[in-house]
């Protein structure tokens, strides 16, 4: 009966305050107890996230300071931290504060009256960005990136990472990616660059608890590139099982110690749900050919099918959000000019590089069981996500471009609204397999897409 | 190229939700002796403000006198979000209920009166950037209603009453954060304020007292529709590339008010002591949901917006008594139970309802023959109430926000009144 005596101990109040003791009213507010944030068996004395672009913070095309301070290993590491398991600080590789905006970003800027993201260039001073390309070319043809200087960071996420990649001896020693990624060669020294591999620069880190996000890459590149490999790029491929699963075995055995280290995996969404895929339809275009033209019969693209290298699109081929620029100069509007096989996913390449999915998702699943960690199923997540939103205190947050709130402008990666969802994500898992109270992040303290 | 303008295709999503707006906002401050006495008074004829608790009664207050009665109002709401986070409060601000009335008796049997009051209204100011940003920020919903009443005896035991009752002003002004942001960091935020037009009820009522030891009283306060037919519209920080979708200048709205049917006895066991027992029951099943019409453009690219409220009829239980330690002062004291109209899943920032206890005291000090002080005190304590954010998506109510929400009142209030 503790409601009562409550209430009897709130009756004096009033006959206090009737004596013009008043005072008393303004400490009135009642408090609301705080959710426990236990860590329960774990410890985040030392967390490291290894991963790729999603785990480093990229966004809007780039990596940049202040999508990288949201990070979804950052906001973990914030939350972990609220345990009173520590870690005591959460190092990641940012760029000096000069050159705060890294690699550059797409922002949105009105042209013509209408919405365009806009990528940065010399042509438009960059948008005012503070870059870190140095001026050199990296072998891979990209910006060579400011070195890193400081400590080996807590999060290892390294942009446009795969697990084909992270292990030198699956292409045999031939294509040394400390050399080919900026992202990763930032991160080495000189002296490192040829010959240390990814795996083994995680092997460096001697964790307490860890997060890996790998593998994405093993199809994305393919995916995003419209199916279309390009013979320069080693990893540009839907990465084959067999060494998937012996490089997913090597990165996972190499950061949990063999099993001895407690943490969580997240698998592989399905590519085809992102808004880099679902703004640009067949649809749009052809009703805008229609428009600019009432004979047109629809559009063109062009396939990697030698029965038929161009075909006129159906509803079932996914065009890229890149293609906007290309459909824009009349592309696709002509069998002689078909829309370029790289703005197009077609059908036989989605049911690809779905079935690659699946496969690789399995391997994921039964090497988390193999080092005892749980499966954050990032897959089913953004499947849900895609059909229903995410609404979080009164705010609806879909999959829809620019507007939906969760990806940023690249229609790839998230926004820092999205990483937080992300972060809510490994909470929910970690907690049910641990038995932690984590407390989630407010995903709405988080931005959005920024508009001019 | 028109591909262009897919881009921004979802904007509709941006503010689907304009759900902003007020209820259970019942303000039981209508009379300070009253309220001393739990807020009981339909089986009781007290004095002048028996116009609004029962005006059957109202002709069994065998004195002229005008009166008046201020309130402070301190509300105390603290919430804590459902996906954590620090505890948020609100800016702190004090709102002033009043009342006021005059009754003239022309005869034993007839006497007439007028009063004013404030038996709606709300004032609430979340923190800066709190979690419910995007659902509201503010809100100020006041109204003043004045009433003419007649009061006849039928016979010295039996009385009737009707009172002509009429809403003087209401103004409301809500705001809310919009969920875009600019490229400058600002949130952009929209403001609807609004004049309510003038609108007529009624209350009615009888009592019965078979003696001096017992009086048994009903009485019926009418619904009324609050109606905002031309209210201003006004957004700020609202980026340049989606201002067409907040071009709406002006909106109408309906917040109904709802009647009260009241039963109440009184008991007079000795000359010093007074008993009353009063229950209420409150028809807010008619405010099912909060519509908006915006016209001269779109807000969040919609000339229209609704939001459930789903609400139900409340009960509520009052107790109270008065003592006469002396000729000069009479001491009071009281308490109530309120149900809540807000069903679970359905609690929004505006009125953050839930089942609450009420204890009061008061006391009149009868300065002279004429000229007396009443002062009250009342403390509400507001059941902890939570709604998960799975409730709301139940519900089809995600347009507020998850999370728990704890309430305490706290309010002095003092009178004044002039015997002639």
């Known amino acids: 009966m503790t409601t009562f005596s409550l209430l009897a101990a709130r009756a004096a109040r009033p006959a206090l305050a009737l004596l013009g003791l008043s005072v008393g009213l303004a400490g009135c507010q009642a408090d609301i107890d705080a959710p426990s944030a236990s860590p329960g068996p774990l410890d985040f004395t030392s967390y490291v996230a290894v991963g790729n672009s999603l785990t480093a913070g990229y966004s809007d095309g780039g990596l940049y300071n202040e999508a990288q301070a949201t990070s979804y290993p950052a906001l973990l590491a914030q939350q972990f931290g609220a345990t009173g398991k520590g870690p005591a600080s959460f190092v990641q590789p940012a760029f000096s504060a000069g050159k705060k905006d890294g690699s550059g970003y797409i922002q949105l800027r009105t042209v013509n009256g209408a919405l365009a993201p806009t990528q940065p260039t010399a042509a438009n001073n960059y948008l005012g960005e503070l870059l870190a390309a140095t001026g050199n070319k990296l072998l891979s043809g990209e910006n060579q990136l400011e070195a890193y200087s400081g400590t080996q960071p807590d999060n290892l996420g390294v942009p446009g990472i795969s697990v084909l990649s992270s292990v030198s001896a699956l292409t045999g020693g031939q294509a040394p990616y400390g050399l080919l990624n900026p992202f990763y060669e930032r991160l080495l020294t000189q002296a490192e660059r040829p010959a240390k591999d990814y795996v083994t620069y995680i092997g460096q880190k001697t964790p307490t608890f860890f997060t890996c996000w790998m593998g994405n890459n093993d199809v994305l590149a393919y995916a995003t590139a419209g199916g279309v490999v390009s013979l320069l790029n080693p990893f540009g491929g839907l990465t084959d099982t067999t060494r998937f699963g012996s490089g997913y075995r090597a990165i996972l055995g190499t950061i949990s110690k063999n099993g001895t280290v407690k943490g969580a995996v997240a698998n592989i969404p399905a590519v085809a749900n992102i808004p880099y895929f679902r703004t640009v339809t067949v649809a749009a275009v052809a009703a805008a050919f229609k428009a600019a033209n009432a004979a047109s019969p629809g559009v063109f693209i062009q396939t990697s099918s030698t029965a038929t290298p161009v075909r006129l699109a159906t509803s079932a081929d996914l065009l890229t959000l890149t293609a906007q620029a290309v459909v824009a100069t009349g592309a696709g509007s002509l069998p002689t000019n078909p829309l370029p096989n790289q703005y197009v996913l077609d059908a036989d390449e989605q049911a690809a590089v779905l079935a690659r999915t699946t496969q690789l998702n399995n391997i994921i699943a039964k090497t988390a069981l193999r080092f005892k960690v749980p499966v954050v199923d990032m897959n089913t997540f953004f499947t849900s996500v895609g059909n229903t939103g995410v609404v979080a205190n009164g705010v609806n947050n879909t999959t829809t471009f620019a507007s939906g709130n969760i990806f940023s402008l690249d229609g790839v990666h998230p926004t820092p609204r999205g990483y937080a969802l992300v972060a809510n994500e490994w909470i929910r898992v970690i907690n049910g397999y641990y038995g932690s109270t984590i407390q989630p992040v407010n995903p709405t303290n988080y931005r959005a897409v920024l508009f001019p | ?347 929004t920032p505006e009125t953050p309802d839930a089942e609450r206890v009420g204890l009061t005291a008061g006391f009149t000090y009868q300065v002279s023959e004429h000229f007396g002080i009443d002062g009250s005190f009342l403390f509400e304590d507001f059941a902890k109430r939570s709604q998960s954010q799975a409730d709301l998506l139940a519900n089809g109510t995600t347009d507020r926000v998850a999370g728990t929400y704890k309430t305490v009142i706290s309010v002095p209030g003092i009178g004044v009144h002039y015997k002639f």
């Open chain 2, 1 to 347: 190229m028109q591909a262009k303008s897919l881009l921004l295709a979802g904007g509709a999503l941006l503010v689907a939700t304009t759900g902003v707006q007020a209820s259970g906002f019942q303000v039981g401050l209508s009379g300070q002796k009253n309220v001393g006495m739990g807020g009981t008074g339909t089986g009781l004829y007290l004095d002048q403000a028996a116009q609004f608790y029962n005006p059957g009664a109202f002709v069994f207050v065998a004195y002229n006198s005008v009166q008046g009665g201020l309130n402070m109002a301190v509300p105390r709401i603290s919430f804590r979000g459902d996906g954590g986070g620090p505890q948020e409060t609100l800016q702190n601000k004090n709102v002033f209920p009043f009342n006021g009335y005059a009754g003239y008796s022309i005869s034993d049997k007839f006497k007439v009166g007028v009063g004013v009051y404030t038996p709606f209204g709300s004032e609430l100011h979340y923190a800066q950037g709190w979690t419910g940003r995007y659902t509201l920020t503010d809100i100020n919903l006041r109204s003043v209603f004045g009433q003419l009443t007649a009061s006849y005896a039928i016979t010295p035991k039996l009385g009737i009453g009707a009172g002509l009752v009429v809403l003087a002003l209401g103004d409301v002004d809500l705001q809310r954060d919009i969920p875009i942001q600019g490229q400058n960091g600002a949130v952009a935020h929209a403001q609807l304020t609004g004049k309510a037009e003038h609108k007529v009820g009624y209350n009615v009522g009888i009592m019965f007292k078979p003696s001096d030891k017992f009086s048994i009283g009903a009485s019926y306060r009418s619904a009324i529709d609050a109606r905002i037919s031309s209210g201003d519209v006004t957004v700020s920080n609202v980026p340049g590339s989606v201002a067409s979708s907040f071009t709406a200048k002006n909106f109408s709205a309906t917040l109904p008010l709802p009647a009260v049917y009241s039963l109440g006895v009184g008991v007079r066991p000795t000359e010093q002591l007074t008993l009353a027992l009063d229950a209420n029951l409150v028809g807010w099943s008619r405010y099912q949901s909060l519509d908006f019409t915006y016209s001269g453009g779109v807000l969040g690219g919609s000339t229209s917006s609704s939001s459930v409220r789903n609400y139900k009829d409340a009960l509520a239980l009052r107790l109270g008594g008065q003592y006469k330690v002396s000729d000069k002062f009479t001491v009071r004291a009281g308490g109530f139970y309120d149900f809540s109209c807000v069903r679970d899943g359905y609690v």
